[in-house]
Antibody, heavy 122, light 108 residues
């Protein structure tokens, strides 16, 4: 059974940093690209970032480019999102999602975690 | 960036009725690289349709997808109580990968 478990969320002040993690199990992690997708309270879905199986292909939404960094550790079957210079508008539930492809030409998401809540407020 | 516009914003229907949900793209989505997801309150999204018309594993055949180019439709042929939820379309033709704003299917 595929499982994606996010951790690392919490309350953080504007301008500070936070690192999210996603632990994967139930599939061959290094065979697939992975993504972060977020959802602000009461709002829709927003794709944040994606990374290919070998980290050779990385993409970001314009809203986070230069502030967020996606990475992965295939040996640990884990995905990460380093979030710097956080803003109030980054407040959201952050989902880890598995792509159906391996390479840099990303596609759609067949499995999602339950999300990690990030609240940016003073 | 491909902008996806879903309509209507809310669909009020009764169980057993047919639900047509629209997703219109600001530019052509090549290869029919469009997916649909269902999200229930407090839950993560669930993949329903990919490639505009292919059902994901385990999805009942009352869910069907159609369309090409810029106009796509998700149809639920006969609504079951568990189908009342929010539905999102997503394009994976080009970066950034974008979602529609969602259509809420609520019980009348």
């Amino acid at each position: 059974e595929v499982q994606l478990v996010e951790s690392g969320g919490g309350l953080v002040q504007p301008g500070r940093s936070l690192r999210l993690s996603c632990a994967a199990s139930g599939f061959i992690f290094d065979d697939y690209a992975m993504h972060w997708v977020r959802q602000a309270p009461g709002k829709g879905l927003e794709w944040v970032s994606g990374i290919s199986w070998n980290s050779g292909g990385i993409e970001y939404a314009d809203s986070v480019k230069g502030r967020f960094t996606i990475s992965r550790d295939n040996a640990k079957k884990s995905l990460y999102l380093q979030m710097n210079s956080l803003r109030a508008e980054d407040t959201a539930l952050y989902y880890c999602a598995k792509d159906i492809t391996a390479a840099g030409s990303f596609a759609y998401f067949d499995y999602w975690g339950q999300g990690a809540l990030v609240t940016v407020s003073s | 960036e491909i902008v996806l516009t879903q309509s209507p914003g809310t669909l009020s229907l009764s169980p057993g009725e047919r639900a047509p949900l629209s997703c219109r793209a600001s530019q052509r989505v090549s290869g029919n690289f469009l997916a649909w997801y269902q999200q229930k309150p407090g839950q993560a999204p669930r993949l329903l349709i990919y490639g505009a018309s292919s059902r994901a594993t385990g999805i009942p055949d009352r869910f069907s997808g159609s369309g090409f180019g810029t106009d796509f439709t998700l149809t639920i042929s006969r609504l079951e109580p568990e189908d009342f939820a929010v539905y999102y379309c997503q394009q994976y033709d080009s970066s950034p990968w974008t979602f529609g704003q969602g259509t809420k299917v609520e019980m009348k």
